[in-house]
């Protein structure tokens, strides 16, 4: 079965450096999302992103945070400058037409650790 | 802004018995989901339920839905140990999908 793969499964990075966090979502999957997890917390939504651009952001997802999809495979997820509360499980998930109808295919997540 | 917020439970029940966990919501939905969290995993779905839908079954998982009272059900009947797991509900509006806390559910075999 199909997977949404995310790329490393751990991430350590001191305070103020750019990280980039990647993801293959399911190759015929048209929409994609990353969420952050922090520990024992809730699942956050971060961004919504379909046809090479933003459709739903959040609060969480200010000035630091950009996703890309650079070419047909890969999405990121790019912080600018990290800081502590940055430190969370970051999942990338993809769907194939969207919330609306159909769920949600999550990879196992990147753990990135800000010291 | 769209939330499932779960009842805060922890969950310990024998092998064999029946979890039941639930979940209430603020606004407006398009659907309702589960989804099920293995330790250090992601979220792996389970069952989706309509607004326009009140109950729906897939094996062992039963949910009901109430949009009335803005709520729905997870019923998981004769756990096994493989079902320990947190489980989260969420909404589903416009294109983002809101989570709750979680309920961690523990089976003893």
């Known amino acids: 079965e199909p997977e949404v793969t995310q790329t490393p499964s751990h991430q350590v990075t001191q305070m103020g450096q750019e990280v980039i966090l990647r993801c293959v979502p399911i190759?015929?999957?048209?929409?994609f999302y990353w969420y952050r997890q922090i520990l024992g917390q809730k699942v956050e939504f971060l961004v919504s992103?379909?046809?090479?651009?933003?459709?739903?952001k959040s609060e969480i997802f200010d000035d630091q945070f950009s996703v890309e999809r650079p070419d047909g495979s890969n999405f990121t997820l790019k912080i600018r400058s990290t800081k502590l509360e940055d430190s969370a499980m970051y999942f990338c998930?993809?769907?194939?037409?969207?919330?609306?109808?159909?769920?949600?295919?999550f990879g196992n997540g990147t753990r990135l650790t800000v010291t | 802004s769209q939330q499932g917020e779960e009842d805060p439970q922890a969950l310990s029940i024998q092998e064999g018995e029946n979890a039941t966990m639930n979940c209430s919501y603020k606004t407006s939905i398009n659907n309702l989901q589960w989804y099920r969290q293995n330790s250090g995993r992601g979220l792996v779905h389970l069952i989706l339920?309509?607004?326009?839908?009140r109950e729906k079954h897939s094996g062992r998982l039963r949910v009901t839905l109430d949009t009335s009272k803005k709520s729905s059900s997870l019923l998981i009947t004769a756990s096994r140990a493989a079902d320990t797991a947190s489980y989260f509900c969420?909404?589903?509006?416009?294109?983002?999908?809101?989570f709750g806390k979680g309920n961690q559910v523990v089976v003893i075999p």
């Open positions: 969420a909404t589903g509006w416009n294109n983002r999908l809101a």
């Open positions: 339920i309509r607004s326009n839908e």
């Open positions: 190759s015929n999957h048209l929409y």
């Open positions: 998930a993809s769907t194939s037409s969207g919330t609306t109808n159909s769920p949600l295919h």
């Open positions: 992103f379909y046809n090479n651009e933003i459709s739903e």
